[in-house]
């Protein structure tokens, strides 16, 4: 799949999240929220206009990746939306407004009850979002570490190239 969005390392979560939209044909908005603790870092919120990755702003960049990761690995694995359907239709009223700084509203009791469902790793789609998530970092980690990254040598881009070919497994 990183190699059909043709996405190479560094890994830029965004980036990945733009790529996979433009292939569904939805957008997939990011969003940074401080949602209370303790609780969920996060929730996908799917409408049939956009979907919403929600994720814990009070957190180290590094975490916000993986809950972001963990979200999209949802709708990758073809989840229902953790959301209420109440929810969902509130938030696709509001589009692409709802996802801009400072205007998306989402009352933190309903951040949490939305997300409830989901805060255990004891089901089989906790399991299999955070088997995505796992599997692309551990991607980008590998990869991080074998491909050079803007090599000016000829040899080293076709190494490179040849390289995150082999290694692009997912």
């Not at 957190?59 to 959301?83: D, P, V």
């Not at 989402?106 to 299999?128: I, M, N, W």
Request: aromatic content about 8%.
């Amino acid at each position: 799949m990183l190699n059909e969005l043709e996405i190479r390392p560094p890994l830029d979560v965004e980036e990945l999240c733009r790529r996979f939209a433009e292939r569904q044909g939805k957008p997939i908005h990011l969003v940074a929220y401080d949602i209370p603790a303790p609780g969920p870092f996060g929730v996908w919120i799917g409408t049939d206009e956009a979907d919403f990755i929600v994720y814990q702003r009070q957190t180290s960049r590094a975490h916000q990746r993986h809950i972001i990761l963990h979200e999209f690995g949802h709708k990758f694995a073809g989840h229902r939306s953790g959301a209420p359907p109440g929810l969902i239709r509130a938030v696709g009223r509001g589009g692409q407004a709802a996802a801009q700084p400072g205007e998306f509203s989402l009352p933190p009791e309903t951040a949490v009850r939305c997300a409830l469902g989901r805060s255990l790793y004891d089901t089989e789609q906790e399991r299999e979002a955070e088997t995505v998530a796992t599997i692309i970092l551990e991607w980008a980690s590998v990869l991080d570490h074998v491909v050079p990254g803007h090599a000016d040598d000829g040899v080293a881009q076709r190494m490179g190239a040849a390289l995150s070919d082999r290694l692009g497994w997912l």
